[in-house]
């Protein structure tokens, strides 16, 4: 099946720099990457997605890139402000008519510093 | 409007106990995804319907894990016989689209 890892763990960076989160994945196969925002006891929010066919997204402060051939895709989190603090989980899945549950990583805790 | 919502909130079982965890998503919504998070931990898929079609249990730890969508909206995961590693937050998803899925608030299960 289906194996994403998510580097790194916790990142700590000052409010207005920016802030890069990548994951590898294992499936050739997997065409949908979406990334998810949850904070402490609340439910995951989804802030951007990538699809297979596209190699960049971008929706205002964030963009995600992808990388088919290595196999890798990365969260950019430009001027960073305090509410950005949150555990950011990237995902993939083979999407196909939403027939596939989607893989986590095992998240990064970003902290932005005042 | 009303997104996914998910009862109870909380629950505190005693090990040998059984449970069940109610899923309600967005109306409308064909598809509907379990998945299991435990403490620091990101979610884990454990089972996926297509209106009231069970299509993928790959994730269910064991047989005592069950779910159900019998009328294709509303689904309940069952948890019997409760033991102590069952401990975690459970949360449902929904979708319409292919991909997107959006996720209800979880519930914590706390197994003693």
């Known amino acids: 099946g289906e194996n994403v890892e998510q580097h790194p763990s916790t990142l700590s960076v000052q409010e207005g720099d920016s802030a890069v989160i990548k994951c590898t994945y294992s499936d050739s196969a997997s065409n949908y990457f979406p990334w998810y925002k949850q904070e402490l006891g609340k439910r995951p929010q989804l802030i951007i997605d990538?699809?297979?066919?596209?190699g960049e997204k971008k929706d205002q402060r964030i963009a995600v890139t992808l990388n088919k051939t290595a196999k890798h895709f990365s969260l950019h989190i430009t001027e960073t402000q305090p509410e950005d603090s949150a555990v950011y989980f990237c995902a993939a899945s083979m999407g196909g008519g939403g027939a596939d549950g989607l893989t986590f990583g095992k998240g990064t805790h970003l902290i932005i510093q005042p | 409007g009303a997104g996914v919502s998910q009862s109870p909130r909380y629950k505190v079982a005693k090990r040998g106990q059984d449970v069940a965890l109610r899923c309600d998503p967005i109306s409308g919504h064909v598809s509907l995804f379990w998945y299991q998070q435990a403490l620091g931990q990101g979610p884990e898929f454990l089972t996926y319907?297509?209106?009231?079609?069970?299509?993928?249990k790959s994730g269910l730890p064991s047989d005592r894990f069950f779910a159900e969508r019998p009328e294709g909206s509303v689904s309940t995961l069952k948890i019997q016989r409760t033991q102590q590693e069952d401990s975690a937050v459970y949360l449902c998803?929904?979708?319409?689209?292919?991909?997107?899925?959006?996720f209800g608030p979880g519930t914590r299960l706390l197994v003693l």
């Open positions: 998803a929904s979708s319409f689209s292919p991909e997107t899925q959006y």
């Open positions: 319907f297509q209106n009231e079609a069970q299509l993928d």
């Open positions: 990538i699809r297979s066919n596209v």
